[in-house]
């Protein structure tokens, strides 16, 4: 009796075991879907990963797109377009330029395509233009501050979710579980470093050392026992893009990753990258595919590039549809 009592008791525990690990308890990424792709992921952090020395274990992720919302516009450009605005509210002559219509336009609608399917005229990139001028001239740390206020107050108008919000749930517990298998992690956006300053520290607590931007030029002034840095409108090559990226994780960090998380064709030159370590390695590519719960379109801006997942199947990168993969978008922290 004491045998079958024992039995019993063990069955109804494995029963238990199994109710705990199906409903999400000690799950690492209870926002995402129960798919090969969330195995694969947990399988290379908790298992391959285990074989990488610590001070080797690198991540990279994209911002723009990967880690948080880009469309219709993304936190550079709302942020440009602001800057804009209150120059035109000073100086209402400045309408006559199309970089200011343009921006007007973007915010009374940031969807208007008449602006985003019209980003080059006559040869003049107005999307640049936009961003380098919005605040030229000014402090940089004013920068990232009003940056970082307009953000908190502006909201997205098809979600009504404020802005700095607009981060996934599933990324940001994707962060949350490398974080706590000893990856040191750093944000390499083709935005100016200053937007991501402005945004990243508050929500996903990374200081300035981790958070890799393109980077504008800067004119240092000593006044008033006081150093600030004035913003030009100009940046230090290359662009946070292609193997802009490659460059500049390896200025930066001195190293390769082995974990690499973007958005675009425009991160595949950090996924080249990372499949060079000689660790065990993995790139994903975030395909968004979900018009309902977030916005849908193809993984590249600009021209067309029909042979994209060619470069994924080649490479051995994966592919991660929000539509299958997350269970949850939005941040709920």
């Not at 298992?47 to 469309?71: K, L, W």
């Not at 208007?112 to 399917?117: A, F, M, P, Q």
């Amino acid at each position: 009796m004491k045998k079958v009592f024992t039995n019993l008791s063990f069955a109804l525990l494995t029963c238990v075991l199994l109710v705990c690990c199906r409903s999400g308890a000690g799950d690492p990424l209870p926002s995402w879907n129960d798919t090969e792709i969330k195995h694969r992921i947990v399988h290379y952090i908790a298992d391959e990963a285990q074989q990488i020395p610590v001070e080797n274990r690198i991540a990279v992720f994209d911002m723009d797109g990967t880690i948080a919302c880009e469309a219709p516009l993304w936190f550079e450009m709302y942020v440009a377009v602001y800057g804009m605005v209150c120059q035109l509210e000073k100086n209402p002559a400045l309408i006559e330029l199309v970089e200011y219509q343009y921006a007007k336009k973007l915010y009374d609608n940031p969807a208007d395509t008449s602006v985003l399917n019209n980003w080059v005229v006559g040869g003049v990139n107005y999307l640049d233009s936009i961003i380098l001028k919005a605040f030229k001239g000014t402090d940089y740390e004013a920068y990232v501050d009003t940056a970082h206020s307009y953000l908190a107050f502006a909201r997205d108008r098809k979600y009504d979710i404020a802005l700095e919000k607009m981060f996934y749930q599933p990324m940001l517990e994707l962060l949350d579980y490398l974080k706590k298998n000893d990856f040191s992690i750093y944000i390499v956006s083709g935005s100016m470093q200053g937007v991501i300053w402005s945004i990243c520290p508050q929500v996903i607590g990374f200081d300035r050392e981790h958070l890799i931007g393109t980077r504008q030029v800067l004119t240092p002034l000593y006044e008033n026992g006081k150093t600030s840095f004035i913003a030009n409108a100009g940046i230090h090559q290359p662009k946070n893009d292609g193997n802009g990226k490659s460059l500049n994780i390896y200025s930066h960090i001195g190293k390769i990753p082995v974990f690499a998380f973007g958005n675009t064709t425009g991160d595949f030159g950090m996924f080249h990258l990372a499949s060079t370590s000689r660790y065990p390695h993995i790139a994903l590519l975030l395909n968004h595919d979900d018009d309902e719960r977030e916005y849908a379109y193809p993984p590249y801006h600009g021209a067309s590039v029909p042979g994209w997942q060619d470069s994924l199947r080649v490479n051995g990168w994966e592919q991660v549809d929000m539509s299958k993969e997350f269970k949850t978008v939005w941040m709920t922290r």
